[in-house]
């Protein structure tokens, strides 16, 4: 009898012990995956700053073709090896990525149509990578609002740079989306489970905010003294608002 149990001891053991290590590689692969999906997204949104009022077709255009490119060889990567298994327990090792892809999406979207892009439009986009014998994995509220906390920054940024370029009316734009979305999230941030990570991002939010707001209004108060210079092709206009003298 003792050595019965002593056998069926060590099976245990050596069960949980192969468990144990697939999951671990499984684990591994999906950070990696999800690692691709960062470093790629990024490129998407480096891609969008390039924009300016005078090739803003030709840099979505490459932005979405980008965007694209790392759904069909990342994102179907990630799904490939969470599909058909209880992928929640791995979203701490998944959740990166997939906060870096709806920034990157989100960016484009704002950029192309002015419009904020929703989780179920993002759900639907990501359905056709998954088998449909199985559980589709779906990018879950946390994480498209943490990713979305995360776009405030990159908006501020191209608020920045539309405003160096001279197109004050859609950094106005920009700032009346932010305000919109830093309102709607101080709403719902407070009611979240898992509000650590939020927390931190809408104290980042608020300060993207500011720096909005305070870049536009520096603009209208004291515009004339350089928006032409830096929206005009008039060499003779300095950075005062004063005509150069000869």
Request: aromatic fraction near 6%.
């Given at each position: 009898m003792k050595d019965a149990f002593s056998k069926y001891a060590a099976y245990l053991n050596d069960l949980v012990l192969f468990l144990f290590v697939l999951i671990n590689e499984k684990r591994e692969r999906v950070v990696k995956a999800s690692r691709d999906v960062t470093m790629n997204s990024k490129k998407v949104i480096f891609q969008v700053h390039r924009i300016s009022k005078n090739n803003k077709e030709?840099?979505?255009?490459?932005?979405?073709?980008?965007?694209?490119?790392?759904?069909?060889?990342?994102?179907?990567?990630?799904?490939?090896?969470?599909?058909?298994?209880?992928?929640?327990?791995?979203?701490?090792?998944?959740?990166?990525?997939?906060?870096?892809?709806?920034?990157?999406?989100?960016?484009?979207?704002?950029?192309?149509?002015?419009?904020?892009?929703?989780?179920?439009?993002?759900?639907?986009?990501?359905?056709?990578?998954?088998?449909?014998?199985?559980?589709?994995?779906q990018i879950n509220?946390?994480?498209?609002?943490?990713?979305?906390?995360?776009?405030?920054?990159?908006?501020?940024?191209?608020?920045?740079?539309?405003?160096?370029?001279?197109?004050?009316?859609?950094?106005?734009?920009?700032?009346?989306?932010?305000?919109?979305?830093?309102?709607?999230?101080?709403?719902?941030?407070?009611k979240m489970d898992d509000a650590s990570d939020m927390k931190t991002k809408m104290d980042v939010m608020l300060q993207s905010v500011m720096k909005i707001e305070n870049a536009c209004f520096s603009v209208h108060v004291r515009g004339s003294e350089y928006i032409p210079f830096l929206g005009s092709e008039d060499t003779n206009f300095s950075l005062l608002g004063v005509p150069e003298i000869e």
């Open positions: 030709e840099v979505l255009e490459k932005a979405e073709k980008d965007l694209a490119a790392v759904v069909d060889q990342y994102i179907s990567r990630l799904v490939k090896e969470l599909q058909g298994t209880d992928f929640w327990k791995l979203r701490r090792a998944y959740s990166p990525g997939v906060q870096e892809y709806v920034e990157a999406a989100t960016l484009c979207n704002f950029c192309k149509t002015g419009a904020l892009l929703n989780l179920d439009q993002i759900n639907a986009s990501l359905r056709p990578l998954s088998d449909p014998s199985v559980e589709p994995l509220v946390l994480d498209y609002l943490l990713g979305l906390a995360d776009l405030t920054g990159e908006l501020m940024r191209l608020a920045i740079g539309r405003i160096s370029d001279g197109e004050l009316e859609f950094a106005q734009k920009i700032c009346s989306f932010v305000r919109e979305i830093h309102r709607e999230l101080m709403l719902i941030a407070p």
